[in-house]
């Protein structure tokens, strides 16, 4: 009778083992074999449909991709502001015709000699001025008149003609007016992106210069 009895109980040892894991009592019965209810075998435990796709996943390390700010549009104020590249030429050329024929009259009429060598500056700077206008317009296929505005007309035949005792400060007057104004359009110009803004940009130190001398001279008169 030993042995049958020796038999039966492994038999029964396993048995109750197996009953034993089936069970919500078992340490790890809830890690191996998760109990649900009617409802979670249907939706799941996340409360979706069965067969439903499921949410991403995102790892607490993965780093955060925040997508780039759309790029600001750039105001193009200055850009219509400034005149076209042939205008702007034609503008800096008849300003430099006028200058130089300014120029040429204080040279011989002016009694200071400082007003006299401002002019005489006024020809060596306007005339390389000029030379590089036409240059540029000739090689992109067009010429520009050397014409002088009417109003710096005006103003050459006042000086033409003015007694000499008042022709120093009226020359003077007369570049400091001139010249505030070639600035700001040369400003404006170089800041337009366009192709003459290369031009303008050169040109302003020299421009600038000749307004800080006009002044000088303007105060000491």
């Known amino acids: 009778m030993d042995r ?7 038999v029964l040892s396993a048995a109750l083992l197996i009953a034993a894991c089936s069970t919500n009592d078992h340490p790890y019965a809830h890690e191996s074999m998760p109990h649900q209810t009617a409802a979670e075998r249907l939706y799941g435990t996340t409360g979706e449909p069965a067969g439903a796709p499921a949410a991403p996943v995102t790892s607490a390390t993965e780093p955060t991709v925040v997508a780039p700010a759309m790029p600001m549009t750039v105001p193009q104020t200055v850009s ?3 005149p076209s590249d042939a ?5 800096a050329m008849s300003s430099s015709a006028a200058e130089i024929e300014l120029a040429r009259i204080a040279f011989v009429r002016a ?10 500056q006024m020809l060596i700077d306007h ?3 000029a030379i590089t206008l036409d240059n540029f317009a000739l090689t992109r296929g067009y010429v520009v008149p050397w014409q002088i505005p009417p109003e710096a007309a005006n103003a050459i035949d006042r000086l033409r003609t003015i007694d000499t005792a008042s022709f120093d400060r009226a020359y003077m007057d007369e570049m400091v007016t001139g ?9 404006t110009q170089a800041a337009s992106g366009r192709e003459t803004a290369s031009i303008a940009n050169e040109a302003l130190p ?5 307004l800080e001398m006009a002044r000088d001279l303007q105060a000491r008169l």
């Open 206 to 210: 020299t421009v600038r210069h000749h």
């Open 179 to 187: 010249h505030e104004d070639a600035v700001a359009k040369f400003e």
């Open 80 to 82: 219509r502001l400034a």
């Open 111 to 120: 009694q200071s000699p400082d007003v006299r060598a401002f002019a005489r």
């Open 4 to 10: 049958p009895v020796r038999a039966v109980v492994p």
């Open 127 to 129: 005339r390389a001025m």
């Open 87 to 91: 205008s702007f030429t034609q503008d």
